[in-house]
């Protein structure tokens, strides 16, 4: 049973303006010298408000 599925003739939908999203727009913050991760807010292009926040630690 295959539980993750790649699908590329399909695109998610927005939960606040409930466009078809082609694109996510990423964007560091918590920038600084000395930083061990990196924070990333994600967002819709259309209406701009945020759909998560992600970090990533330095490998």
Known sequence: M???K???RE?????HCEKEL???VA???DK???KVTEKYVYY???CKKILG????AWA
């Open 53 to 56: 926040i992600g970090q990533s």
């Open 27 to 29: 964007k560091q913050f």
């Open 44 to 46: 819709c292009p259309y």
């Open 6 to 8: 790649s699908d590329d």
């Open 22 to 24: 082609h694109q996510i």
């Open 32 to 34: 600084g010298w000395f």
């Open 2 to 4: 295959e539980l993750i």
């Open 11 to 15: 695109n998610p939908i927005c939960p």
